[in-house]
């Protein structure tokens, strides 16, 4: 199925979860400082690996950076 991660347009396996999606950009799903939307929908984290995404779905992976 074909998804938006991000802006970009990927190839992720029927049924995929919101944590495959985490592992196809390169993210731990136990990594902190990291916010997922699907479909403009916050998830929770806990629901990180129990949500199965959509094909056509629309997510965003943001990590939180210090700096200054």
């Known amino acids: ?4 991660i991000n802006g970009a347009e990927r190839e992720l396996p029927d049924g995929a979860r919101v944590t495959d999606a985490l592992g196809a950009v390169g993210v731990r799903p136990d990594e902190r400082g990291v916010a997922i939307a699907l ?3 916050v998830l929770p984290r806990a629901s990180w690996e129990e949500t199965t ?3 056509g779905a629309r ?3 943001v ?3 210090a700096g200054g």
Do not use: F, H, N
């Open 39 to 41: 479909d403009a929908e």
């Open 63 to 65: 990590r939180a950076t």
């Open 1 to 4: 199925m074909r998804v938006v």
């Open 59 to 61: 997510l965003e992976i």
């Open 53 to 55: 995404i959509p094909d």
